[in-house]
C-alpha cells in the first residue's frame, strides 16, 4: 500500500494505491491522520481509486480513522470505492461508511 496527501482548501485528501494489507503503512496512515486532527483539519476525503485489493487489516484500518476523526469532532468519507464495494457489502460496513462515487462528490459533501 501506498498514500499521498493534500489539501483542497480546508479538505484532506488522502489518495491510497495498491493492495491494503497491513504493515508500515497503515501505521504511516494512521500517524498522517491523527497529524491532520492536530492541525484541526478535520475535513477528510479517502480515495480508494487505486487501491488493488485489501484484506480484514485493510478493513480495520479504515474504521480506525472513522473512529478516530468522528471522536475529535470531524468527518470522514470514503471515494471511488469501486474495487472494494463487495468486501464492504459483505462485511455491512458499505451502511458505516459515508462514500461518494468520485473525487470531486466526496469534496462538494463539505
Do not use: P
Not at 476523526?69 to 471515494?79: D, H, M
Amino acid at each position: 500500500m501506498k498514500f499521498s496527501d493534500s489539501l483542497e482548501g480546508e479538505i484532506v485528501i488522502i489518495k491510497v494505491s495498491g493492495k491494503i494489507m497491513g504493515g508500515d503503512e497503515t501505521t504511516m496512515f494512521h500517524g498522517k491522520i491523527h497529524e491532520y486532527i492536530t492541525l484541526n483539519k478535520k475535513s477528510i476525503v479517502v480515495d480508494l481509486a487505486d487501491v488493488d485489493w485489501m484484506n480484514s487489516v485493510g478493513l480495520g484500518m479504515l474504521i480506525s480513522a472513522l473512529t478516530t476523526v468522528k471522536n475529535a469532532g470531524g468527518r470522514l468519507v470514503l471515494a471511488n470505492i469501486t474495487k472494494i464495494e463487495s468486501i464492504l457489502t459483505i462485511t455491512r460496513l458499505i451502511s458505516v461508511f459515508e462514500h461518494y462515487d468520485s473525487r470531486e462528490e466526496a469534496v462538494k459533501s463539505f
